[in-house]
């Protein structure tokens, strides 16, 4: 029987083609739009992730906790070389780069910024960092070279500096003095976040300490990149275990990605939260569509369903019927929908989604300005268990109102 | 033998400001095998009384039983299953269901009893040759004449073995060609299977061919003869 009654659902979805088609057409833009407008802010945060990660951060960084407080260059890592060994036997990791770090000016002859010197060693930082992917003038730290610098495209702008002019840079001593260099800029890099483009400049590891007066072998970050970004957390507690002598003396701290840019995974979550909402927003819009569509269609059909209560069809059968019709307009529609949706993506996340035009507002909060969309099969699924659980719940009002009518009335509606 | 007992049935309509009495106090018994007529005027209570003696209503006062069953004592549910196995119904527009062909339509009714394929597919057979649309099996109701869908609606009835059947004013859509074809339709099934058939109407053809003609006036039954045909 039960076969029956979907088989009289189905064929009543077909008897109103064009009412029918309305509505499916309505949840599949609907499932489309939201499915879309995921893939779309789930790109960017992904962009973003990636573009933290292998341009700024790295999956995981080591350092003296000291040095995260206030950023003194003193506040080094102790046995850098042992730990970069311990680290180097993990089978996750990718690459490890040691960095030495200090706060000072940039200056030209026309202007100044305050930025951050990184030192690091030209072939282990290309390990863990794609900085060098990013070159639009020169090229990368030339190891032949003498005071190379690698700085961003915004503060070459900012200090009108172009590739192999002069860039003071102004820092602090190991004793507290004021010391200067001349670098040469032998290359300029351009990410999707322009925040990092003004404020990030590399010079080689051993120049920046000779300058600043520490030893060779000193560090003040190791920036470690994972084979998969997947592996974060559970590399981070596998290192808590192998460094956990020196992190209990607080020493060491090891952080991930998260911990490091928590405005990253905040956005992200933040993202993933507006997409839920708005797909709720959209399917509570179709409920009452289809709430609406379902009431018409048994108004019109009132004395069909009188007879069907006089023949002995129980409230139960009617109720399954209901049920089907709809989750049949739902269904579809939003099986439509989720192919749409799916196809664009698949055309997008190739081609990218070009928002140029709003470049400038884009990279000034670190997200690209072309999207290539992304979608997890689980939204896929969630979008479709919910258009199931908003079809099924539509059904209760319009099969309330079949089932409340009572067969002598409704067999004589309209005669 | 009754196969129908009304005792005491009243029934008010309160659904505009003056209610409306449709049955003040109706005593009715209808035997088995008979072939009767409730006539009277437009709004005397024959609808009424009709779907209260088919189990479509309940009196707001007296006692319904058919086959013995107090149908005022039933569930909704009960109620809905004691219609589907022992009554059967032809309604003035036949009320087919658009979407299913006269086959579909015949067996549905017995697919809501749970019947077996085989029995259905025999007496869909059966029907369909006894109301003399065998060959339209596979039309849908839009595609039949309103006569042959009251055959199918007869067929309908009947497929569920009913010992009663009910027709609220089955022959008011049909010319007398099909007016005459389906009366002769039902007294035949009414001849062959000794079902019980009970009319609503006011229509002179169907009172010319029924067995005991019920009156009612003003909700009242004020006439009830027998005719020796």
């Known amino acids: 029987m039960k076969n029956t009654t979907i088989s ?27 499915v879309l407008a995921d893939g779309f802010m789930e790109g960017m945060s992904e962009q973003r992730i990636r573009s933290a990660i292998s341009n700024e951060i790295s999956n995981i960084q080591i350092h003296n906790p000291q040095f995260l407080l206030n950023k003194e260059t003193e506040f080094t890592i102790a046995g850098a070389d042992g730990i970069v060994e311990k680290i180097k036997s993990l089978q996750e990791v990718k690459g490890i780069s040691r960095r030495f770090i200090t706060n000072g000016m940039a200056s030209s002859a026309e202007a100044g ?33 003498r005071l190379p610098v690698f700085i961003g495209e915004k503060l070459s702008k900012k200090l009108n500096l172009n590739i192999d002019d002069k860039l003071i840079l102004t820092f602090t001593n190991r004793d507290g003095e004021i010391t200067s260099g001349a670098f040469n800029i032998t290359g300029i890099y351009k990410t999707t976040n322009d925040n990092f483009d003004k404020t990030e400049v590399f010079v080689k590891n051993d120049e920046l300490k000779r300058l600043a007066g520490y030893p060779s072998g000193t560090v003040n970050e190791i920036a470690i990149l994972l084979k998969s970004n997947e592996l974060t957390s559970s590399t981070v507690r596998k290192l808590d275990g192998l460094l956990a002598p020196q992190i209990k003396e607080g020493k060491l701290i090891v952080q991930s990605w998260k911990e490091l840019a928590p405005v990253v995974k905040s956005m992200s979550d933040t993202m993933n939260f507006f997409s839920m909402l708005f797909l709720m927003v959209i399917l509570i819009a179709l409920a009452f569509a289809i709430i609406n569509t379902m009431l018409m269609s048994i108004m019109e059909r009132t004395r069909e369903f009188g007879m069907l209560t006089a023949l002995g069809m129980n409230k139960r059968k009617i109720f399954e019927m209901i049920l089907s019709e709809t989750l049949f307009l739902s269904i579809f529609g939003a099986a439509a929908g989720l192919i749409l949706s799916a196809l664009g993506i698949q055309y997008f996340s190739a081609a990218g989604f070009d928002l140029s035009s709003v470049a400038g507002g884009m990279n000034s909060i670190g997200y690209d300005s072309v999207i290539y969309p992304d979608v997890k099969f689980t939204f896929y699924a969630t979008a479709m268990a919910m258009v199931i659980i908003i079809a099924v719940l539509s059904s209760l009002w319009p099969a309330a109102k079949a089932m409340r009518l009572r067969p002598a009335e409704a067999i004589r509606e309209n005669e | 033998m009754s196969i129908i007992k009304a005792e005491g049935i009243f029934k008010t309509y309160n659904e505009t400001s003056v209610p409306v009495h449709a049955l003040n106090g109706v005593d009715l018994e209808i035997n088995n095998g008979e072939f009767m007529a409730i006539v009277g005027p437009s709004g005397c209570g024959k609808t009424t009384l009709l779907n209260i ?47 299913l062909t006269v086959k579909e339509n015949i067996e549905f009714i017995m697919m809501l ?19 003399g649309i065998i060959g339209k099996a596979d039309y849908k109701p839009g595609q039949l004449s309103g006569g042959q869908q009251q055959r199918v609606a007869v067929a309908r009835a009947l497929a569920t073995n009913p010992r009663y059947i009910i027709a609220d004013e089955p022959t008011a859509n049909l010319d007398s060609a099909s007016t005459r074809e389906l009366l002769d339709l039902m007294a035949e099934m009414n ?32 006439g009830d003869k027998t005719i020796s045909k």
């Open chain 1, 8 to 34: 009289i659902a189905w064929r009543n979805i077909r008897r109103n083609k064009a009412r029918s088609l309305v509505i499916m057409i309505s949840v599949a833009i609907g499932v489309a739009g939201a």
């Open chain 2, 113 to 131: 009893q749970n019947r077996p394929k085989a029995e259905r597919d025999g007496k869909v057979e059966e029907l369909l040759n006894a109301v």
């Open chain 2, 53 to 99: 003696t088919g189990g479509l209503d309940l009196p707001d006062k007296g006692k319904i039983f058919i086959d013995g069953t107090n149908l005022g004592g039933l569930s909704s549910k009960e109620l809905i299953d004691f219609r589907l196995h022992n009554i059967g119904f032809v309604f003035q527009a036949s009320n087919l269901i658009p979407v």
């Open chain 1, 113 to 145: 910024a305050m930025v951050s010197i990184l030192g690091i060693s030209p072939d282990t930082e290309s390990q863990v960092s794609s900085l060098s992917q990013h070159i639009v003038g020169g090229k990368y730290l030339a190891e032949a070279q």
């Open chain 2, 191 to 222: 001849e062959k299977y000794g079902t019980t058939f009970v009319f609503a109407t006011h229509d002179q053809r169907v009172m010319d061919r029924a067995k005991r003609i019920v009156t009612l006036e003003d909700g009242k039954i004020t």
